[in-house]
């Protein structure tokens, strides 16, 4: 099964930056899924962030647009989400998730289109 740890969060000023990670750790390799970002506030439903797929297209919720570059090193089997000009609404529970490679070509927005998840990292943005 695949299993994805996450790190990076953390408490920082608006306007800040920073890298999360999610690898990979029970040995299977990035390149044959679909990796996304989700995000979850308080009392809100999760929603999505940032996805690349098996031939690296990259897509972005438009509130990240310009702020956020999601990422993957296949070698150390790691997807990354560099947070740059962070607002303090991006405070939230920040998830990985993983989709086996497939023969759709829609975006994978959907918190249903994934198969499997990370156990979340806080960032909370101050003002």
């Known amino acids: 099964q695949v299993q994805l740890v996450e790190s990076g969060g953390g408490l920082v000023q608006a306007g800040g930056s920073l890298r999360l990670s999610c690898a990979e750790s029970s040995g299977r390799t990035f390149s044959s899924y679909a990796m996304g970002w989700f995000r979850q506030a308080p009392g809100k439903e999760r929603q999505f962030v940032a996805t690349i797929s098996w031939t690296e297209y990259t897509y972005y919720a438009d509130s990240v647009k310009g702020r956020f570059t999601i990422s993957t090193d296949n070698a150390k089997n790691t997807v990354y989400l560099q947070m740059n000009s962070l607002k303090p609404e991006d405070t939230a529970v920040y998830y990985c998730?993983?989709?086996?490679?497939?023969?759709?070509?829609?975006?994978?927005?959907?918190?249903?289109?994934?198969?499997?998840w990370g156990q979340g990292t806080q960032v909370t943005v101050s003002s």
């Open positions: 998730a993983a989709r086996p490679r497939t023969g759709v070509t829609r975006v994978l927005t959907g918190v249903s289109d994934y198969d499997y």
